[in-house]
């Protein structure tokens, strides 16, 4: 099946149930009562629905906020600036990363750098890496209570005011919030530059196309304007168009299909990407594992993936192919996967700016595979959970001077163990509890780690060992981040996913204010992160799932190697 010729399908035996699903998208006008913000396409109540609709209308509206976002960007510039630090959290900081590693920096304008870890090390390496006096920073987050975010301002705005004085220091800040937010109270206190008030009525995944992912793209020098271009020709192509052509609309066309496999068991959607374009999967990842996980239902995101041989995947698998035009890399290994019988997706982009036509028609498919699936995309019930575990954790530690202790069941070669499992090896332990996997398992490393280049290739390593031997779907998510994308999924999903936690000691480890522009401090970015992996923990534990933590020591990378040794 061609759809205007940039999206084609070879769905085999799945034709037939994706036509059915089309039909009664069409027959119950879903589309036309999806853009009068019809909570009922989802659910029989409107609360987290109609007022999580505003992205339909956020092309629009920020069409006409483009010539207040391209003076402060040329401002900042003439200022001198070299570099921008955003600090944020899922969808604060996800659309912000897509868009700098897409398009680059525009020649004459300042650096992106975004922090969305509570690693020591990831902290402490902007901090001694960038200049604060060339530096302004971007404190984004549309609650403005995101407890990762606030302490990162604390430690930043500190940084800052050590380097230019706490007269100047707030001038270097802008906020990108919601209207009642916390954070304009804050931004009032320490005097920021300026603030960007979001429209409330959309969650963070769903905010790409507004100042959460636009005021930071200005800032590297995007064409916003021409994002938004896209943005808008893509929303009229997902407008209802009357009974005889609601079957073309791409939204739920893509919806359809992506809905209708969850439901037939191919609900790991493995995406292929043109390398200029790959970093997209990041914040296709959250938009996909926290819209659907729920309920007992979801669909696992799986991005990074090397692309393999057809007898390397299961019978869990939809692959998608997004690529730049021209781009043929991976034209080979996929027909090799649709003469194997593996259902094909392929979307074809004219150039990056396409990304803007992208965001929307996920943003409109995902509403649609919510409905096929019969549950509310819009909220995040299990959220909470791993968070409120953590900060249990964090006031145990403030009283106490120590997180909750937990007892290893084998410790060799520099590695805790941590699980059920009974092994007189680490990496034994490792296959010992991958043994627990079954038909349309997956598993997910979850890395408490700082993310650099040699942690990417040994986690990649292992991963690509376990997909290859167990032919599960793997995913790599780094802590904390993933708990405000995939975490949603992993505690709200069918239940067959098997976690694998990682996490080390901090050669460097960096102190939280307890209010910024003072010194004193309760807390550490290490605590921190040793309570919400904790957290993460034992909030999988409570909802049944499988887990394992690795404590790899000093050296995570050598620990790293030592496990794949028992799948490569």
Request: glycine share 10%; net charge negative.
């Amino acid at each position: 099946m061609t759809f205007q010729n940039d999206i084609t399908f070879t769905l085999g035996q799945y034709q037939g149930l994706v036509d059915q699903a089309l039909a009664e998208i069409r027959d119950e006008q879903v589309i036309a009562r999806i853009w009068a913000h019809d909570h009922t396409v989802w659910k029989p109540e409107p609360a987290e629905i109609t007022n999580r609709l505003g992205w339909l209308q956020s092309p629009q509206v920020m069409a006409d906020s483009v010539q207040r976002l391209r003076p402060f960007a040329d401002t900042v510039r003439a200022e001198g600036y070299t570099h921008a630090l955003l600090l944020g959290m899922g969808g604060s900081s996800l659309a912000p990363e897509v868009f700098r590693k897409a398009f680059g920096v525009k020649e004459g304008y300042p650096d992106l750098a975004v922090l969305d870890s509570t690693m020591p090390g990831a902290v402490l390496a902007l901090a001694d890496g960038l200049d604060p006096k060339r530096t302004i920073v971007i404190v984004s987050t549309k609650s403005g209570t995101t407890v990762e975010t606030l302490s990162l301002f604390k430690f930043f705005y500190n940084w800052m005011a050590d380097a230019v004085g706490a007269e100047e220091a707030g001038k270097r800040f802008i906020a990108i919030t919601d209207p009642g937010s916390p954070l304009l109270d804050i931004g009032t206190r320490y005097h920021f530059r300026l603030g960007f008030l979001n429209a409330p009525a959309m969650g963070g995944r769903y905010a790409a196309l507004s100042s959460v992912g636009l005021a930071p793209a200005a800032l590297i020098g995007v064409d916003i304007g021409q994002l938004l271009d896209h943005a808008l020709a893509m929303a009229r192509r997902c407008k209802p168009a009357g009974t005889t052509k609601e079957a073309v609309n791409p939204g739920a066309l893509l919806g359809a299909v992506v809905g209708e496999l969850a439901k037939a068991g191919r609900d790991k959607v493995t995406f292929v990407m043109s390398s200029q374009i790959a970093s997209f999967g990041v914040w296709l990842e959250q938009l996909i594992a926290e819209s659907t996980g729920k309920e007992g239902k979801g669909i696992l995101p799986v991005i990074g993936e090397d692309i393999g041989a057809p007898g390397e995947y299961g019978e869990d698998r939809l692959f998608i192919h997004l690529s730049l035009e021209g781009d043929t890399t991976a034209d080979a290994a996929l027909a090799a996967l649709e003469e194997a019988g593996h259902p094909i997706v392929r979307v074809s982009l004219r150039d990056p700016y396409d990304l803007g036509e992208q965001v929307f028609l996920w943003e409109m498919a995902i509403a649609v595979a919510g409905h096929r699936l019969g549950i509310n995309p819009f909220d995040q019930p299990d959220v909470e959970a791993a968070k409120s575990i953590a900060r249990q954790a964090v006031d145990k530690y403030k009283k106490k001077g120590a997180l909750p202790l937990e007892t290893p069941n084998l410790i060799k070669d520099g590695i805790e163990v941590y699980g059920r499992v009974a092994a007189a090896q680490p990496a034994e332990a490792l296959m010992a509890f991958l043994a627990q996997a079954e038909p349309g398992s997956y598993a997910a490393l979850q890395a408490f780690l700082e993310p650099t280049p040699a942690i990417d290739a040994a986690l990649q390593a292992l991963r690509m060992g376990l997909r290859n031997r167990f032919r599960l779907a793997t995913t790599i998510g780094y802590g904390p981040r993933f708990l405000h994308s995939t975490g949603q999924l992993h505690k709200g999903d069918a239940g067959k996913g098997l976690f694998i936690q990682f996490t080390c000691d901090d050669p460097r480890d960096a102190s939280i204010p307890d209010e910024a522009g003072s010194a004193a401090s309760s807390i550490t970015f290490g605590i921190l992160k040793a309570a919400q992996a904790l957290g993460d923990r034992r909030a999988l534990k409570a909802a049944g799932r499988r887990v394992i933590h690795f404590h790899l020591g000093k050296d995570a990378v050598r620990g790293l190697k030592i496990l794949s040794q028992a799948v490569l």
